[in-house]
């Protein structure tokens, strides 16, 4: 059981001690709250949208959440894979590093939505504090997902980091309210939970329909990425 928890505790601990990525925890929530609102705003205007100033200052959190987490999740694969094939012939097995790789990945994402969170709450204050939590973690899962996927594809750094921006890029300007409706806007893994930290934001409720997307793409996300952790550790003999 020590060892089990050791393996998920160390990329966290790894990461915590960093003090670049400490200031990365605070600093990009804050720009992605303060300065990359005003940017979703003017690019929803000029593609025909109706993304308000302050359904983008919302959903901004959402977005901060969903780059560190992806950007984090691609790392820690990317860094850990023949660390977690040793630690697996070992004896601890190729499902409970996963299972150990994910828990760790989680607790960043705790960690990132908090920031974020807090952020947002100082910036304009939360008409629906619940929901908005809920909706700003769902945005960190589904980017663990997404970053742990490219991670068991791609070994480059470089290529891989790269790779996690366009795809956060495309999600970003094809959401929801940021054209006049319409191409990939129906199919970006998080519009569901931008429809609900939108509405959170504005003092509005959410159908259940949202809810359950949200849950459903969070769910599969997290799923993909514990595939992709334990892929990643089986071991190539």
Request: charged residues 10%.
């Amino acid at each position: 059981m020590n060892g089990f928890a050791e393996v998920g505790g160390s990329f966290l601990r790894e990461q915590i001690r960093a003090p670049l990525n400490l200031v990365l925890l605070v600093v990009i929530p804050v720009f992605f709250v303060l300065i990359f609102a005003n940017v979703l705003g003017e690019f929803a205007a000029a593609l025909g949208g109706d993304l308000a100033e302050e359904a983008a200052t919302s959903i901004s959190a959402g977005w901060a959440a969903a780059f560190l987490c992806g950007a984090l999740a691609f790392f820690q694969l990317n860094s850990s894979r023949e660390a977690d094939r040793r630690l697996a012939g070992a004896g601890l097995g190729a499902w409970r590093v996963a299972i150990a790789r994910i828990a760790s990945a989680l607790a960043l994402g705790v960690i990132v939505s908090a920031v974020a969170y807090l952020t947002l709450w100082l910036r304009t204050g939360i008409e629906h504090p619940v929901h908005a939590a809920i909706a700003i973690f769902v945005f960190a899962a589904i980017y663990i997902g997404i970053g742990a996927l490219i991670g068991a594809f791609v070994r480059g750094p470089l290529e891989g980091s790269l790779l996690v921006v366009l795809v956060f890029s495309l999600d970003v300007f094809s959401g929801p309210a940021m054209s006049s409706g319409g191409g990939l806007s129906n199919f970006t893994p998080t519009r569901d939970a931008a429809e609900l930290l939108i509405a959170a934001g504005g003092g509005q409720g959410s159908p259940a329909s949202d809810w359950v997307g949200a849950a459903a793409v969070a769910i599969g996300a997290l799923a993909v990425a514990l595939a992709a952790f334990w892929a990643s550790a089986r071991s190539r003999a």
